[in-house]
């Protein structure tokens, strides 16, 4: 079987698309289909349904996928670093939140990067985009706050974090744990809100888990990403729900103060996401080891 094709092939599996796997693959779209129609005549059976939208695996191309997908990247990965891989140069190119890769994953990384690891970072956006952009062969790892579903990538858990509802301490001289457990969704009708997104997805899901309600308002300040969300909150720009480990020295230093402690606290699990098959390759593995060893102190 040609490994030309195979590699195609996973690449169309991955991207769900003929179109994206050829944009991938620096070939012309017409160039990818003549290749799946080879290797479908070839092995007998259809590999893909095709769509409206993109492609759909069949059962064959399913199994085909989950076994030819860990050869192909480990072959890929031998052609990368070489042979002799004490003197090549080792890269990681590792996916996630800006604010929790920044903070804990590439500072946990450090030992490896002192043992010659190079580590390319990059922030794709949504959970959806992460994850994408690893199993089309973008990353190498990715930290996503969702577990995958399918058999192309393979999920451990990497720890919670735990979110608090904070403000600076003007506005929280306003409030009273009691009135913010009975009247949360009023609370936020009264206070300005600081989020990441117009949709609250942070306020969200902590008034759904505390408070089994829905947000009424719109936020005053929104700035995609934590720090900038934490940064205005503490100034007095209005409440806002962040990490714990993204505040802590915040709320240490009576920048923030925790307006709620309720009795069970709202997680969001972090998960470390690989390529089925590629946790055994270098750098890949190490790192992996590593963030999981860190994270048992964060």
């Not at 942070?202 to 900038?228: C, G, H, M």
């Not at 390759?281 to 963030?291: S, V």
Request: proline share 8%; with cysteine.
């Amino acid at each position: 079987m040609d490994l030309a094709l195979l590699r195609t092939f996973v690449t169309v599996h991955r991207a769900g698309s003929f179109t994206r796997a050829a944009a991938l693959l620096g070939l012309s779209q017409p160039a990818v289909t003549s290749q799946i129609r080879t290797l479908e005549r070839q092995l007998g059976r259809p590999l893909f349904l095709r769509q409206a939208r993109g492609v759909t695996p069949t059962t064959i191309g399913d199994e085909l996928a989950h076994r030819a997908a860990p050869h192909l990247d480990a072959l890929v990965a031998i052609a990368g670093t070489g042979l002799d891989e004490e003197s090549a140069v080792r890269t990681l190119h590792l996916a996630g939140p800006p604010e929790f890769t920044a903070l804990r994953a590439l500072p946990a990384l450090t030992p490896l990067v002192e043992q010659g690891l190079a580590v390319r970072a990059s922030f794709p956006g949504t959970t959806e985009e992460i994850l994408d952009g690893l199993a089309a062969g973008h990353h190498d790892l990715a930290i996503a706050t969702a577990r995958p579903r399918g058999g192309l990538l393979v999920s451990t858990p990497l720890c919670d974090e735990e979110h608090v509802l904070v403000a600076a301490p003007r506005w929280a001289a306003r409030l009273s744990p009691e009135v913010l457990l009975s009247e949360g969704a009023v609370v936020l009708e009264q206070l300005p809100v600081v989020e990441v997104h117009e949709s609250l997805p942070f306020v969200s899901r902590y008034w759904a888990s505390v408070f089994e309600t829905k947000p009424a308002a719109a936020a005053t300040v929104i700035a995609p990403d934590l720090r900038a969300v934490r940064d205005s909150a503490a100034s007095g720009a209005g409440l806002a729900v962040l990490p714990r480990y993204l505040c802590e020295d915040a709320l240490r230093r009576g920048l923030l103060v925790a307006l709620l402690d309720p009795p069970i606290p709202p997680l969001r699990t972090y998960f470390l996401v690989a390529r089925t098959g590629t946790l055994a390759l270098t750098p890949l593995a190490g790192a992996h080891e590593e963030l999981l060893r860190a994270a048992g102190n964060w």
